[in-house]
């Protein structure tokens, strides 16, 4: 059985306080541990963000101090940042419950293409405002009309701070949602539904419904796992 120390990480003091996606992530955590013969021997819990390089966290620092393979839910709970990663990578090896078989080298590849992803959407983001200035600029009655609204909440120097508010907002209602379903998905996990339809099925049975209301599909419920993978907590 292979010795591993557990770090658990969540991002703000009322987070910590409340527990709220500290449960989820030993959730998966133990279910790895089970599953791949692993034995947790410490665990480490640290509220603090993760823009923090995990050697400047006191917690992370001591759960990286033992030597031993460090195991977390999810990789961003470590850190988003790549060069982060690869430097953790020189010091021991790591485990994430959510893609256990990965090596140090899949994980580093991972987070280089969560990193590029985040870097695409931002991108994406700044020319679909760019289009509908364009639009507007050009004639078009209902972009005009989208910047007027934006306009008639903000001043109009203030449009690109507007749209990344509202944006911020969405992702955080979406990040939170997911953040409460995490443990049944967890759970109907540990219970072998590993497909995307199993664990539809699973959350249906339960009455869990989706953020909308409705049932579960195959790919809702893998639009959850990746946000819960590369989520901006």
């Known amino acids: 059985m292979l010795s591993v120390i557990a770090y658990y990480r969540v991002s703000t003091k009322s987070q910590g306080e409340s527990g ?22 410490a665990e480490y819990i640290e509220t603090v963000s993760g823009s923090i390089a995990p050697v400047e966290r006191p917690e992370c620092a001591k759960a990286l101090s033992h030597g031993l393979p460090v195991v ?18 020189k010091r021991v090896s790591l485990k994430v419950a959510t893609m256990p078989q990965a090596d140090n ?4 590849l991972f987070a280089a293409l969560a990193e590029q992803e985040r870097a695409f ?21 209902v972009s005009i009309q989208k910047i007027a609204n934006r306009s008639a ?41 590993t497909t995307l339809q199993a ?9 869990v419904f989706t953020a909308n209301g409705g049932e579960w599909s195959a790919t809702q419920v893998s639009r959850i796992l990746k946000r819960l993978i590369v989520d901006a907590a």
């Open 20 to 41: 709220l996606g500290l449960e989820a992530q030993k959730a998966y955590v133990e279910t790895a541990c089970k599953a791949h013969g692993w034995e947790v021997v």
């Open 72 to 89: 977390v839910a999810k990789l961003d709970r470590l850190s988003r940042d790549v060069e982060h990663i690869a430097s953790l990578m």
């Open 105 to 108: 080298f899949q994980l580093h």
């Open 121 to 141: 959407i931002s991108q994406r983001t700044k020319e679909a405002l760019q289009a509908l200035k364009d639009r507007a600029e050009g004639g078009c009655e």
């Open 153 to 193: 909440v903000k001043p109009q120097g203030s449009k690109d701070v507007a749209l990344a508010t509202a944006r911020e907002a969405r992702t955080q209602k979406a990040n939170t949602f997911a953040t409460t379903v995490e443990a049944t998905i967890a759970l109907a996990q540990s219970k072998g539904h």
């Open 199 to 207: 664990i539809a099925l699973f959350m249906n049975e339960r009455k």
